[in-house]
């Protein structure tokens, strides 16, 4: 059973309007979660993060907000860009876990319109 | 710095044939690890290390094989492919144990297995 998930396979957005990406997860003991960018041919990159303790957490473009009774978090990408057209991961992990393990959603695959 | 590189990009495998997927990194990364890309389902781990001569199993680990002879390569074994490890697999690293480390993707390798 999937911890982790993103129940939209896809996102389409028009150019300059905002994107927002869901993730609702199960586990109560993670404490962490991230977002990871996916390029076609390309390995993941790390986008954003956010510590439980907080309730957004923002770079540029990027904010991601964690409603941790509801075990939700979303990402919103304001404004979109053409050049954002990629798959969205959502990732959670329990802080201070030895391995560094992260559970990963399925992917949210964002297009962005001209 | 060349980060993480894999190869091969593609590999077609029979049924019952072994091979290894090579990793390496350049960055003096302690943890290295192997996850596998499958539609709808995320990324899920198989193996990882946190240091040198250490690995531990992850989410997925059956049918795999690793070890970790140096700080900079992680090969993964596949001592008997099978059709259900047809995937794409991907090597990561990061500096640290921490989740707080970033963790840095290879490109990925495709792997199809008949």
């Known amino acids: 059973d999937q911890q982790v998930k993103q129940n939209s396979p896809s996102l389409s957005v028009q150019e300059g309007r905002i994107s927002i990406l869901n993730c609702d997860y199960t586990n109560s003991m993670f404490d962490y979660f991230l977002w990871y960018k996916k390029y076609p041919a390309e390995g993941p990159t790390f986008l954003i993060s956010?510590?439980?303790?907080?309730d957004k957490n923002e770079d540029g473009r990027f904010t991601v907000f964690l409603n941790k009774s509801a075990k939700h978090l979303s990402l919103h990408i304001v404004p979109s860009q053409p050049g954002d057209s990629a798959v969205y991961f959502c990732a959670a992990s329990v802080r201070n876990n030895a391995g560094n393990m992260l559970t990963f959603g399925g992917g949210t695959r964002l297009m962005v319109k001209p | 710095n060349a980060g993480v590189t894999q190869t091969p990009k593609f590999q077609v495998l029979k049924t019952g044939q072994s091979m290894t997927l090579q990793c390496a990194q350049d960055m003096n990364h302690e943890y290295m690890s192997w996850y596998r890309q499958d539609p709808g389902m995320g990324l899920r781990l198989i193996h990882y290390?946190?240091?040198?001569?250490?690995?531990d199993q992850g989410e997925v680990p059956n049918g795999y094989n690793v070890s970790r002879s140096t700080t900079e390569d992680f090969p993964l074994r596949l001592l008997s492919a099978a059709p259900s490890q047809t995937s794409v697999y991907f090597c990561?690293?990061?500096?640290?144990?921490?989740?707080?480390?970033?963790?840095?993707f290879g490109p990925g390798t495709r792997l199809t297995v008949l």
């Open positions: 990561a690293s990061s500096p640290g144990t921490s989740t707080y480390n970033e963790q840095f």
């Open positions: 290390s946190v240091g040198a001569g250490i690995t």
């Open positions: 956010i510590s439980s303790i907080k």
